[in-house]
């Protein structure tokens, strides 16, 4: 997930009569629009959530970005290409839909780059090999669409909507990860050793993507009573786990968890360490200070761009 249900705790419920009204709305599924009325408290929330989803997706271009001058064929490079440039369309989408809450887009990237902003921790793992990237696309971009599938039917309808276009291009970001990995795993004995020392790097980070336990996760009920999420961290968490093993067994690969075992239908688990969670999401991941002087270089090399659209447009209202 890449909003990895971060949310801080949830205010007093509101009791007055329009929060009741809002909620049969709610109730009844329909879909919420920007003007109109809704607690402040569901404004917040979506905002908090669209923005760090945006900010995952772009700080998520970095670690993959990083392969494009290397990969080992121009198919290849021509599909990272495709799919890194999507990533950075999911941003604008999603900086969009936060800005039909009335939040600036200006005022969202000021928290990113000052480090007040979350985004999902799995981004602050380095990509060591190619297999990384294969890696990548099959289980970061599979935990996406398991997270964000539901997203589809949030209640706020341009965060609902951007969702639609979003899961389709993940699916093929998916698609080409898993078919890096098949193509590795049906090679040479050095690169099905590549593909599993990336498969051992990543897979309990990318289960770390669901975000906190359910018995810690604070803000959960209140978010599934606005129906802006549908499945809790562990359900998804579980969803994921029980989709991958097999894609993953099927590689030929041994996932780096002896107490893995199918059980009672579903595939059970070891126990995540989320102390390791926590250091990465309180900065302290092997490339949290990497990403963010990235993306600060990156918006200062910006700058002539946004002077030049200031400038174009005060023209405009000046012949208008
Ligand atoms: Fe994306
Ligand atoms: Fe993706």
Same mark, same amino acid.
């Given at each position: 997930?890449?909003?990895?249900a971060?949310?801080?705790?949830?205010? %007093?419920?509101?009791?007055?009569?329009?929060?009741?009204?809002?909620?049969?709305?709610?109730?009844?599924?329909?879909?919420?629009?920007?003007?109109?009325?809704?607690?402040?408290?569901?404004?917040?929330?979506?905002?908090?959530?669209?923005?760090?989803?945006?900010? /995952?997706?772009?700080?998520?271009?970095?670690?993959?970005?990083?392969?494009?001058?290397?990969? %080992?064929?121009?198919? &290849?490079?021509?599909?990272?290409?495709?799919?890194?440039?999507?990533?950075?369309?999911?941003?604008?989408?999603?900086?969009?839909?936060?800005?039909?809450?009335?939040?600036?887009?200006?005022?969202?990237?000021?928290?990113?780059?000052?480090?007040?902003?979350?985004? /999902?921790?799995?981004?602050?793992?380095?990509?060591?090999?190619?297999?990384?990237?294969?890696?990548?696309?099959?289980?970061?971009?599979?935990?996406?669409?398991?997270?964000?599938?539901?997203?589809?039917?949030? /209640?706020?309808?341009?965060?609902?909507?951007?969702?639609?276009?979003?899961?389709?291009?993940?699916?093929?970001?998916? &698609?080409?990860?898993?078919?890096?990995?098949?193509?590795?795993?049906?090679?040479?004995?050095?690169?099905?050793?590549?593909?599993?020392?990336?498969?051992?790097?990543?897979?309990?980070?990318?289960?770390?993507?669901?975000g906190p336990p359910d018995t810690q996760s604070q803000?959960s009920?209140?978010?599934?009573?606005?129906?802006?999420?549908?499945?809790?961290n562990d359900?998804?968490?579980?969803?994921?786990?029980?989709?991958?093993?097999?894609?993953?067994?099927?590689?030929?690969?041994?996932?780096?968890?002896?107490?893995?075992?199918?059980?009672?239908?579903?595939?059970?688990?070891?126990?995540?360490?989320w102390?390791?969670?926590r250091?990465?999401?309180?900065?302290?991941?092997?490339?949290?200070?990497?990403?963010?002087?990235?993306?600060?270089?990156?918006?200062?090399?910006?700058?002539?761009?946004?002077?030049?659209?200031?400038?174009?447009?005060?023209?405009?209202?000046?012949?208008?």
């Amino acid at each position: 997930m890449y909003s990895q249900a971060l949310n801080t705790a949830s205010a %007093p419920a509101d009791t007055s009569d329009a929060a009741a009204r809002f909620q049969v709305r709610i109730d009844a599924e329909e879909r919420i629009e920007p003007n109109d009325s809704m607690p402040e408290q569901y404004r917040r929330t979506l905002i908090r959530q669209i923005s760090q989803h945006a900010h /995952s997706e772009i700080v998520g271009m970095l670690p993959e970005g990083n392969w494009i001058t290397r990969a %080992p064929s121009l198919r &290849r490079k021509a599909a990272l290409l495709a799919k890194v440039q999507d990533e950075g369309g999911h941003g604008l989408y999603l900086y969009a839909a936060a800005e039909t809450l009335g939040q600036s887009r200006e005022e969202l990237v000021e928290q990113l780059l000052s480090g007040r902003a979350k985004y /999902s921790s799995i981004f602050n793992y380095p990509t060591l090999s190619w297999a990384d990237i294969g890696t990548i696309g099959w289980l970061v971009d599979g935990a996406a669409i398991m997270n964000q599938i539901p997203l589809c039917r949030c /209640s706020y309808g341009p965060y609902a909507r951007a969702m639609i276009r979003i899961c389709k291009e993940e699916s093929f970001h998916q &698609r080409q990860g898993y078919e890096i990995m098949l193509t590795l795993c049906r090679g040479t004995a050095e690169q099905k050793s590549m593909a599993q020392d990336a498969l051992n790097r990543w897979w309990w980070p990318c289960l770390m993507m669901f975000g906190p336990p359910d018995t810690q996760s604070q803000h959960s009920d209140t978010s599934m009573r606005w129906k802006i999420k549908r499945f809790t961290n562990d359900a998804l968490r579980q969803k994921f786990v029980d989709a991958t093993v097999p894609q993953g067994l099927h590689l030929g690969l041994t996932f780096p968890d002896p107490a893995l075992r199918f059980d009672g239908g579903h595939w059970v688990f070891g126990e995540i360490d989320w102390d390791e969670f926590r250091r990465v999401l309180a900065g302290d991941g092997p490339c949290n200070r990497e990403r963010l002087a990235a993306r600060r270089q990156a918006h200062e090399d910006g700058a002539w761009v946004r002077e030049a659209a200031r400038a174009w447009a005060a023209k405009q209202k000046v012949a208008a």
